[in-house]
């Protein structure tokens, strides 16, 4: 069987950062995109880019860039919901997270005219699974009291009309071995299906250097399903995200593709549902419509 590899990219225009840095960032972001896009498109590889839902509210740099986002969607990338405005959803109540989940999509709706089915959260976020010994002792350190973990998320998932969702977390025994010196690929599930979502679950290192391309060769070998992800203002940055490492990276990927040992893939590949059904347009409004409130 065949790897098959998820290539998400987390499009934040800046949102998340505050004064100078966040313009920085936004006019960095929407120059590596256009390059990214190009860079995919002449190798014929789908990506997943996880949009702030405020970036595509209008056309109005550095913060907002709906015809990038559209262009996504026409290039035939799945664009996927990374919040609103990038908020810690571990933080929020779940009222507010389900409203927030439903002003993203409407707004990737809009901009793109393809249903928006799949989530990634921004930072992470959260991270406490206590039914599979995830604690996320660090995040509750970090950021205070966690009113929302991955179960609350799905239910708020759910009701807001998504089937698929980027997870991040690790069991807590295992950190703590690590910690100890204990070396582990962890092999839990690669994919998981509860409360009617498809999880397609990250654990990979953030970026392209030798870690994730030892850890993409690993996967590879034993045909299962890899999740990396990498935001495209880095890719102009001296980071383990640099273009230096993504397109050797890519390279080894696109060669063990052209010989069958991947294939790319979208979330909405792994979503029997949402395969099964055409794929329906959403009539696009040239101008923006209100999106619901949170």
Partial sequence: MSARVLLYWDYELGFGYAGAESRRIAEQEALATDRLLDFLQ???VPAT?????????LDGPPHHNRSQVARMAEQGHEVASHGWQHERFSALAPDRVEGILRRSRFALEQATGNPVVSFAGPWNSPQRWL??????????RRHGALRTDIPVLLRCLRRAGYRTARVYYQPTHLQVLRRMGW???Y??????????LTLLRSDFPQGFDVPSVRAFQARISAG????????????????PEAWRFFEPMMDRLCRARDVGQLKFATPRDFDSEAARKPRQRISRSDTFASPPTV
């Avoid at 092999?187 to 009617?196: E, F, Q, S």
């Avoid at 299962?224 to 980071?239: A, C, E």
């Fill in 131 to 140: 039914a599979r010994g995830a604690f996320a002792l660090g995040e509750k």
């Fill in 42 to 44: 002449a190798r014929g």
């Fill in 224 to 239: 299962r399903i890899g999740v990396v992800w990498g935001h495209p203002w880095r890719l102009l940055t001296d980071s």
């Fill in 183 to 185: 070396r582990s690929d």
């Fill in 49 to 57: 880019f996880a949009v702030v839902g405020a970036c595509a509210m």
């Fill in 187 to 196: 092999r839990g599930p690669d994919v998981l299906h509860r409360n009617g």
